[in-house]
């Protein structure tokens, strides 16, 4: 065996200039199918990560699923033809949650249930020296929506325990805060149609890095209420924080048709989103293993360049009593080689780009999901064991036909110059 690789050393460096472009083009291949699995990968997981660390893993909204009935339709005279459609209809003019506390109850007694936030929603405006602009503002239980949306971890400025003593603290998100430039200890101005206007003082300032929950504010439950004009016992929604995410979709079920609110676990809720990474994810990886093709090409040339110029020695290997198999093995063997070479050099070259990437700027506009400093890729091992398993096998599959090739060629009539 030793042997074996010994030719298939030799006859494949022996046309170096062939070698070394289709060194490249597997080095090229395998580079851009690591960094664009590592991105795509790094995107998907920080969103997903985000999505878990400071969003609600379920969330109640006061909707009120309404399943269409069949209309009735009841024969009142068969002698004269009449009939009597009732129509079954049912209105749900609801707006908020109805016994908050009740529901809370039954969530605290749940095994894998970590924490519990009502809160009350309310769309103002706020209103800051000159600036001005829309805001939602939640009024929660600090210390529960705390345990869900890691707040005390985000704070960059001020303290949350001012909105358990303070009745008229509001914490702000940072996007917030920057387009007010307000900075704690400011104080705002909250405006609602047909209510006074609410007077707060800034306390804190919160960045999670999730831009549509740092662009929102928070106050006292009891401040919230107030605003939204909320009884005792009610509420705009109710989040959901537990041990095990995957359970949450069986927990959504089980509340959903225990209290008839619309309940939705956070794989629901941002289906939508994933399924979108999900299909980029697969054009990007179709495009880009087009490039691994093209270098199987590549390799396939050399190999049949190759075979075409050593018919002589292959003929004389035969004569020596070489077998088929054995002379097979020496090309897919140079296959083997060409890709493993350029899978180090394309894992190398990947490793250093990746690194590159990472430490470029990102600006994030408001728009976007999430925001981060830099940009996020993946940095896991298997995207090199994935990428240089894929390349040699498709360099391996393009070796193939030359091989074959090689082992059919009869050695009487290659000395005798017929071929």
Same mark, same amino acid.
């Given at each position: 065996?030793?042997?074996?690789?010994?030719?298939?050393?030799?006859?494949?460096?022996?046309?170096?200039?062939?070698?070394?472009?289709?060194?490249?083009?597997?080095?090229?291949?395998?580079?851009?199918?690591?960094?664009?699995?590592?991105?795509?990968?790094?995107?998907?997981?920080?969103?997903?990560?985000?999505?878990?660390?400071?969003?609600?893993?379920?969330?109640?909204?006061?909707?009120?699923?309404?399943?269409?009935?069949?209309?009735?339709?009841?024969?009142?005279?068969?002698?004269?033809?009449?009939?009597?459609?009732?129509?079954?209809?049912?209105?749900?003019?609801?707006?908020?949650?109805?016994?908050?506390?009740?529901?809370?109850?039954?969530?605290?007694?749940?095994?894998?249930?970590?924490?519990?936030?009502?809160?009350?929603?309310?769309?103002?405006?706020?209103?800051?020296?000159?600036?001005?602009?829309?805001?939602?503002?939640?009024?929660?239980?600090?210390?529960?929506? &705390?345990?869900?949306?890691?707040?005390?971890?985000?704070? @960059?400025?001020?303290?949350? =325990?001012? /909105? #358990?003593?303070? +009745?008229? *603290?509001? &914490?702000?998100?940072?996007?917030?805060?920057?387009?007010? @430039?307000?900075?704690?200890? =400011?104080? /705002? #101005?909250?405006? +609602?149609? *047909?209510?006074?206007?609410?007077?707060?003082?800034?306390?804190?300032?919160?960045?999670?890095?999730?831009?549509?929950?740092?662009?929102?504010?928070?106050?006292?439950?009891?401040?919230?209420?107030?605003?939204?004009?909320?009884?005792?016992?009610?509420?705009?929604?109710?989040?959901?924080?537990?041990?095990?995410?995957?359970?949450?979709?069986?927990?959504?079920?089980?509340?959903?048709?225990?209290?008839?609110?619309?309940?939705?676990?956070?794989?629901?809720?941002?289906?939508?989103?994933?399924?979108?990474?999900?299909?980029?994810?697969?054009?990007?990886?179709?495009?880009?293993?087009?490039?691994?093709?093209?270098?199987?090409?590549?390799?396939?040339?050399?190999?049949?360049?190759?075979?075409?110029?050593?018919?002589?020695?292959?003929?004389?290997?035969?004569?020596?009593?070489?077998?088929?198999?054995?002379?097979?093995?020496?090309?897919?063997?140079?296959?083997?080689?060409?890709?493993?070479?350029?899978?180090?050099?394309?894992?190398?070259?990947?490793?250093?780009?990746?690194?590159?990437?990472?430490?470029?700027?990102?600006?994030?506009?408001?728009?976007?999901?999430?925001?981060?400093?830099?940009?996020?890729?993946?940095?896991?091992?298997?995207?090199?064991?994935?990428?240089?398993?894929?390349?040699?096998?498709?360099?391996?599959?393009?070796?193939?036909?030359?091989?074959?090739?090689?082992?059919?060629?009869?050695?009487?009539?290659?000395?005798?110059?017929?071929?």
């Amino acid at each position: 065996m030793k042997m074996l690789f010994t030719i298939a050393f030799r006859q494949l460096f022996g046309r170096r200039k062939q070698v070394f472009a289709t060194l490249i083009g597997i080095s090229v291949g395998t580079m851009v199918l690591i960094v664009a699995i590592s991105l795509m990968d790094g995107l998907a997981s920080n969103v997903k990560r985000k999505i878990l660390d400071v969003l609600p893993h379920i969330s109640i909204s006061p909707e009120r699923p309404i399943s269409a009935s069949n209309d009735t339709l009841l024969i009142v005279d068969t002698a004269t033809h009449l009939v009597h459609l009732i129509k079954n209809t049912e209105r749900d003019d609801r707006e908020v949650i109805k016994g908050t506390s009740l529901i809370s109850s039954w969530l605290s007694n749940r095994s894998g249930v970590t924490a519990i936030s009502p809160y009350s929603a309310s769309n103002v405006i706020a209103v800051f020296g000159t600036r001005s602009m829309p805001l939602l503002v939640r009024g929660v239980h600090i210390i529960e929506e &705390a345990k869900i949306s890691k707040l005390h971890e985000n704070i @960059t400025s001020g303290s949350l =325990d001012s /909105l #358990t003593i303070s +009745t008229d *603290g509001i &914490a702000l998100g940072a996007i917030v805060a920057r387009d007010l @430039t307000a900075v704690v200890g =400011d104080r /705002l #101005t909250l405006v +609602t149609p *047909g209510s006074p206007p609410f007077p707060v003082r800034v306390v804190a300032i919160y960045k999670t890095g999730v831009n549509f929950q740092d662009a929102n504010a928070y106050v006292s439950f009891s401040q919230g209420s107030n605003i939204r004009q909320l009884s005792g016992d009610e509420s705009d929604g109710i989040s959901i924080q537990i041990e095990d995410p995957i359970a949450a979709h069986n927990l959504a079920d089980q509340l959903q048709r225990r209290y008839g609110y619309k309940t939705d676990s956070w794989d629901v809720q941002y289906d939508n989103l994933f399924s979108l990474f999900q299909r980029i994810q697969s054009i990007i990886y179709i495009i880009v293993s087009f490039v691994g093709i093209v270098a199987g090409f590549g390799v396939a040339n050399v190999l049949i360049t190759t075979v075409s110029e050593k018919t002589r020695d292959i003929a004389i290997m035969k004569s020596m009593g070489f077998r088929r198999y054995q002379i097979s093995v020496i090309f897919l063997l140079q296959g083997f080689f060409v890709a493993i070479i350029g899978c180090m050099i394309g894992c190398a070259l990947a490793t250093a780009v990746v690194y590159g990437l990472g430490q470029l700027p990102l600006p994030t506009p408001k728009e976007a999901i999430v925001s981060s400093e830099r940009l996020l890729l993946g940095k896991s091992p298997w995207y090199y064991v994935i990428v240089t398993c894929i390349m040699t096998v498709i360099s391996l599959l393009a070796g193939i036909l030359p091989a074959r090739s090689a082992a059919r060629l009869v050695p009487i009539e290659i000395l005798r110059g017929e071929r």
